[in-house]
């Protein structure tokens, strides 16, 4: 179960970078630029077919891939497009004659006019960002599938247990099984039993359970007359919640603490019923709120990369407890996807549909962080050529509003310093994030 969970993951991790890469090769090639090879992975080929004038393979190292189109790079200004010539002493000079001579060897007699770089903007975009945008699409597709077929996790008003005891300390209800007259609770009292369903409370209709809790906090000792179905009857009940000190919640449910660490608390109505957990489906309209909320997350762990690296790289050399809503890497994801399944997360993740709708939101959440990564304006990224392309865009606007000579093609290799740079800090934060996903994972509670 361990593996298949993996392999569900890394199946649906494969189609995602395989969709991702077909997002650049069909506007390519529907704009006439000649692609010489679609790749998923890195690496030495494990397996190729040419289909046209492309070849379509799979590599040995599944953590990316890549679309090769011709005549990424314009030639250097001022040279003729078929006679260029490596000859600056500047490093970073050198790299960018380089990458402009090996783009230029790969432009072969009658393939002139299938270069990328003379595309007009507009279609430079559409090439640039659609397997961005593809990632999207997958994540919205497969998060709104789990929001409106399967549900999320929401409290209902159909009690699940009932407490025996209302303790005046209330540390020591989940300890008390059994107590004297006086200390019983109101939900015992007034016969509530598992399986029951609130429906009314003082003749409003409840349909979740924090409308119910939030009527039993707030009656303050005054008798609350439910409506209880129980067997498909409805029966009227009259419970009185008793008032006692119970800690208090932020709305993400992380306890209230003061200054010392101490848990907040208010005196509040006590019923001792809770309420079950079920998976409710919301409906198609609210779809697109729950995937932006989920891009919202995503893009704020973005933000805040560079604290919550520092995080990982704590918690990598230290026994700290890792940040749940930190990144993680791709064998962290397949750590994860093995324990869920197997079952090690128990709780909430018992059963087959629960976890088979984890695993689905792992792979949209990877999907959005493709997405939200892609968009960074630095090459090799898209988001890099997308930003090259929109400033030439500009260059050129600026030049006729001016009544300027065309400036002309920008030159994007002369960006491929910062191209290796960051190319070397994403190596360095993947190598800290596998490691510290081998030596000090995030653990998924049920």
Known sequence: MYLLGVLVVAIGVGLSIALHELGHLLPAKLFGVKVKQY????????????????????????????????????????????????????????????????????IEPGDEDRVFYKLPVWKKVIVMASGTVTNLVIAAVLLAGIFTLYGLPTGTPTLSAISPCAPHDMTTVAQDKTCGPALESPAKKAGLQPGDTVVRINGNPVSTWSETTKAIKSSGGTPLHLVVERDGTRRPVTV?????????????????????GNPVTASVGFL??????ENVPGPVSEAPGFVWDG?????????????????????????????PNGPISVVGVGRIAGEVTEGGAGGALDTIGAKFAFL???????????????LIPLLPLDGGHVAGAIWEAIKRGWARLRRKPDPGYVDVAKALPVAYAMSTVLIVMSALLIYADLVNPVRVAG
Request: hydrophobic fraction near 40%.
């Open 240 to 260: 009185t919640p008793v008032v006692r000190d119970m800690p208090t919640y932020t709305a993400d449910g992380k306890p209230i603490v003061d200054a010392q």
């Open 39 to 106: 790749m998923v992975g890195f690496g030495p080929t494990l397996w190729s077919r040419r289909i046209g004038e492309t070849e379509c393979g799979i590599k040995a190292i599944p953590l990316g891939g890549y679309v090769r189109m011709i005549g990424m790079f314009p030639p250097k200004p001022g040279e003729d497009e078929r006679q260029l010539r490596a000859s600056s002493t500047g490093r970073f000079s050198q790299l960018a004659d380089q990458a402009r001579a090996e783009a230029m060897e790969e």
């Open 360 to 374: 689905v939101s792992l792979v949209a959440s990877l999907n959005l962080a493709l997405f939200v990564f892609n």
């Open 295 to 323: 891009l919202s997350q995503t893009a704020s762990v973005f933000v805040h990369i560079p604290q919550k690296m520092v995080g990982v790289a704590q918690a990598a050399f230290s026994s700290d407890q890792r940040d």
């Open 272 to 277: 001792g019923a809770t309420g079950s957990v």
